[in-house]
């Protein structure tokens, strides 16, 4: 069965850092690309930043462009979101889920609907 396991989600300061990991288990992450969403109270889920199944491709919400890297570890079969210089509105429950495609492929960033194996989330609370 696949699953992903999101961590490293917690309370920080504005400006403050945090690193995400997305975990797999049950299945290797290299047959997959693999995105970042956030969903904040009220408001719809929103993809944050996507990465191919080589790293070869990323993207990145224009929100976050500049501040959030997105990376890889096929070793590891692990994914990771590096959040830096973090704001309130960066405030929500975030989850990483799989799409399936080549290796350079990742899709657009309003296309939530491919991607499945949605982990449970992890809290991301950026406030003084």
């Known amino acids: 069965q696949l699953q992903l396991v999101e961590s490293g989600g917690g309370l920080v300061q504005p400006g403050g850092s945090l690193r995400l990991s997305c975990a797999a288990s049950?299945?290797?992450?290299?047959?997959?690309?693999i995105g970042w969403f956030r969903q904040a109270p009220g408001k719809e889920r929103e993809g944050v930043s996507f990465?191919?199944?080589?790293?070869?491709?990323?993207n990145y919400a224009d929100a976050v462009k500049g501040r959030f890297t997105i990376s890889r570890s096929n070793a590891k079969n692990t994914v990771y979101l590096q959040m830096n210089s973090l704001k309130p509105e960066d405030t929500a429950v975030y989850f990483c889920?799989?799409?399936?495609?080549?290796?350079?492929?990742?899709?657009?960033?309003?296309?939530?609907?491919?991607?499945?194996?949605w982990g449970q989330g992890t809290q991301v609370t950026v406030s003084a």
């Open positions: 049950g299945f290797s992450l290299v047959s997959y690309a």
């Open positions: 889920a799989a799409a399936s495609g080549s290796f350079y492929y990742i899709p657009d960033l309003k296309d939530l609907e491919k991607f499945g194996s």
């Open positions: 990465i191919s199944r080589n790293g070869g491709s990323t």
